[in-house]
């Protein structure tokens, strides 16, 4: 098995995330953020594919943006024409995906406990 990151790696893979070493504070917040974005979104099963796809690159934008800025902060030179159009591409990726938080579906107390102890309403 291949090495466990604890940055984000220079080129974008589909499956960085999961590569990432889930003791770093870097790993552990952008899994939280997956999951609050697939929340906001009704739910990783409301998605598609296409939808999950952008999630995964909206995050990845957003630490590029974020690892450029804290060099900023520490006064070292960033390509304010590269953080600019990735602000940009942040931005087309979020409009894709949807500003608004959507309802997640659900059941039910009745309909729920049905499903679950696999009886019908009147049982």
Request: hydrophobic share 35%; proline share 3%.
């Amino acid at each position: 098995m291949s090495e466990k990151l604890r940055d984000v790696p220079q080129q974008f893979a589909h499956d960085w995330i999961q590569k990432l070493d889930g003791r770093t504070k870097l790993a552990q917040a952008v899994r939280q953020r997956l999951d609050a974005l697939q929340a906001d979104l009704g739910g990783p099963g409301a998605l598609s594919y296409q939808e999950r796809s952008l999630c995964r690159r909206a995050l990845w934008l957003e630490a590029l943006i974020e690892q450029r800025e804290a060099a900023l902060a520490r006064g070292e030179p960033i390509d304010e024409g590269s953080h600019t159009q990735s602000i940009n591409a942040l931005m087309g990726v979020w409009k894709a995906l949807g500003l608004k938080r959507r309802t997640r579906d659900v059941p039910d107390l009745q309909t729920y406990l049905a499903q679950q102890y696999g009886r019908d309403r009147d049982g």
